[in-house]
């Protein structure tokens, strides 16, 4: 049973607009939320993370909004950009675990130019 | 610039071989992680590692076996390969703050024949 989904396995949208992922978790026990962003041939990398104490995080282009009552987070780029195309993966952490990620089934976003 | 280096970037193995994967981060991380991924199934969790000489299975440990001797070094042994294990893997380190979330290594595409 997944405890992080993302329903949506792929997002196109034209450059220089919004591009909303989102993410959904089961655990109520989850406290801390990251995303990751990968392209072919490497491995993921951080991209912004959010904990539960807030329900806003931003970071140049990239805004992560966490909603606990609905155990939902999106991430919001804007403005999207061609070299922003990549697999989306949203990850979270259980309280107290400094250590282990449960990670989604990864969004790939195509940004047209 | 930190990095976790996976040796390979591409194997192929036949059935029944004995296959090491190795990794090496050289950042001094407390924690290390083998995680496979698949198309639709997202990132998931082989085994990982606290400190050196543990180990813990994750959610797919069934096939897998995993030798952490040296700090900087987590090795991940497949037994007996299968067309199954067929996959990415993906090797990450982490510290002991949440807030850095996984430094990931570019990935080993290991196709088993």
């Known amino acids: 049973d997944q405890q992080v989904k993302q329903n949506s396995p792929s997002l196109s949208v034209q450059e220089g607009r919004i591009s909303i992922l989102n993410c959904d978790y089961t655990?109520?026990?989850?406290?801390?939320f990251l995303w990751y962003k990968k392209y072919p041939a490497e491995g993921p990398t951080f991209l912004i993370s959010?904990?539960?104490?807030?329900d806003k995080n931003e970071d140049g282009r990239f805004t992560v909004f966490l909603n606990k009552s609905a155990k939902h987070l999106s991430l919001h780029i804007v403005p999207s950009q061609p070299g922003d195309s990549a697999v989306y993966f949203c990850?979270?952490?259980?309280?107290?675990?400094?250590?282990?990620?449960?990670f989604g089934s990864g969004t790939q976003l195509t940004v047209l130019p | 610039d930190v990095k976790v280096t996976q040796s390979s970037r591409y194997l192929v193995k036949r059935t029944g071989e004995k296959v090491f994967l190795e990794c090496v981060q050289d950042?001094?991380?407390?924690?290390m992680f083998w995680y496979r991924q698949d198309p639709g199934l997202g990132l998931r969790l082989i085994y990982f590692?606290?400190?050196?000489?543990?180990?813990e299975k994750g959610d797919i440990p069934e096939g897998y076996s995993v030798s952490r001797e040296k700090k900087e070094r987590f090795s991940l042994i497949l037994e007996s390969a299968s067309t199954n294990q067929t996959s990415m893997y993906l090797c990450a380190s982490s510290g002991s703050g949440r807030e850095s979330g996984y430094t990931f290594g570019s990935g080993t595409r290991l196709t088993v024949v």
């Open positions: 655990n109520s026990m989850f406290d801390y």
């Open positions: 990850a979270a952490s259980l309280s107290g675990s400094a250590r282990q990620l449960t």
């Open positions: 959010i904990s539960s104490i807030k």
């Open positions: 590692s606290y400190d050196v000489k543990m180990k």
């Open positions: 950042m001094d991380h407390e924690n």
